[in-house]
């Protein structure tokens, strides 16, 4: 059965790999000028050139693209509702919930959860080691509720992903809170 992806009306999102495949086909193009003897120095050249204007694009795309994923989740963050309403919150969203995410979050808790571990050395992490220790059944509570395939929230997923991720969360900074209502908060917001 095949699937497809979901419709966002007329969105048009960068898209880094198809930005640069106009420019890397130029620099095979002129890649085909090493078959000459007297233009193998000038192919060499112009496809450098090529080349590295398709990683300029790239990094271009990639760059309005991380633009616009902070411009949505601001905006999911500040409604309550999420703000389903425009074509580029329906996809954030999308893509905020997707199982790959709450796959990838769920590894992230279990590698925190490793590197508090009494039993390891401790590393140049920030990590509050013994605070990410006293809340282990919480966080895994947490992952348990990423991995058990229920719909999760877009704010959610968001509010853990700043969690696990934020140098400035009560994770990893004493002055940011309290870890355990911080991880209530997200375990309350991960329910739709």
Do not use: N
């Not at 007329?10 to 002129?30: F, I, K, N, S, Y």
Request: proline fraction near 7%.
């Amino acid at each position: 059965m095949a699937t497809h992806a979901p419709s966002f009306g007329t969105l048009e999102l960068p898209r880094p790999g198809r930005a640069a495949l106009p420019l890397l086909a130029l620099a095979l193009v002129a890649l085909a000028l090493l078959a000459s003897p007297e233009l193998r120095l000038a192919g060499v050249a112009a496809a450098a050139c090529f080349a590295l204007a398709a990683v300029v694009r790239v990094e271009r795309a990639q760059a309005e693209l991380r633009a616009i994923r902070r411009s949505a989740d601001r905006v999911i963050l500040a409604s309550k509702t999420g703000g389903e309403g425009s074509d580029i919150i329906r996809w954030r969203t999308h893509e905020l919930v997707a199982p790959e995410t709450r796959d990838e979050l769920a590894r992230e808790i279990e590698q925190t959860l490793r590197r508090a571990d009494p039993a390891r050395l401790p590393s140049a992490s920030p990590l509050r080691r013994g605070v990410a220790r006293r809340h282990r059944e919480l966080l895994q509570r947490i992952e348990a509720r990423l991995l058990d395939g229920r719909p999760v929230t877009a704010r959610g997923v968001l509010l853990l992903r700043r969690l696990l991720q934020d140098p400035g969360s009560p994770l990893y900074d004493e002055h940011a809170g309290d870890l355990s209502r911080a991880l209530g908060r997200v375990l309350l917001e991960l329910e739709p």
